[in-house]
């Protein structure tokens, strides 16, 4: 669900130190609290603004509602697996991977004044990005210890994609071109599988994680 992040530059930390505290004035409102029941947590019109902020390809002026339902759900559902993930330290990330994430963050935009300009067209400063990047490698690592560590791929599983998926697909993606062997495509498709399992087990994951906590929409978006 999210992906790894690499460093991408020194500077581009620097940068992010000179965000403008002068940032333009969001008016707040409480949207939602998710309550799983060892804590509840509020997240405010500010947080899916910030969300929107962060996808470089979202425009920021004026949000659809349909948009800002969508970011809505995917807060809900990274709250209620931070709640969970937080209750394991041992998994917090360091100060290197959320420089590494900050770096890759800011490598997404086209540049860093366009990176400087959305921030702070919403009034998201240098400390809230760093704790967003933050909860999104802790929500990670959870993922990771919790279901990447116990997925297993059978040589069955990986013969019958071979057969019924991946060798349709090149065909017809790539007329003409030699099919590789399953001996050479073994390593995509233990990656594909793995990927789909644990997209599959995290959503069951957040599926029952949603039945059981408490949400409670206080202004509708």
Partial sequence: ??????????????????????????????????DSGARADLITYSDLLWQIALQPDTPIENPSSAELNRVLNL????????????????????DKEIGDALGVLLSNFPSPAEFKRRADAVGLTTEQIREIVRQRLVIEKYL??????????????VADYYRDAYVP?????????????????????????????????????????????????????
């Fill in 1 to 34: 669900m999210y992906k790894a992040l690499r460093l991408a530059g020194p500077g581009i930390l620097v940068l992010c130190l000179c965000l403008s505290v002068q940032a333009q004035k969001v008016v707040d409102k409480m949207v939602a609290t998710v």
């Fill in 144 to 157: 990771d210890f919790r279901f990447r560590s116990f997925v297993v791929v059978t040589p069955q599983e």
């Fill in 75 to 94: 807060l809900i559902n990274q709250r209620l697996i931070f709640q969970e993930a937080d209750k394991l330290p041992t998994i917090a990330p360091t």
């Fill in 169 to 221: 697909r090149f065909r017809r993606n790539a007329p003409g071109r030699i099919v590789p062997t399953l001996e050479e495509a073994r390593a995509d498709i233990e990656h594909t599988l793995t990927e789909s399992k644990i997209e599959a087990d995290t959503d069951a994951f957040i599926e029952s994680a949603r039945e059981s906590a408490e949400i409670t929409i206080l202004n509708p978006v």
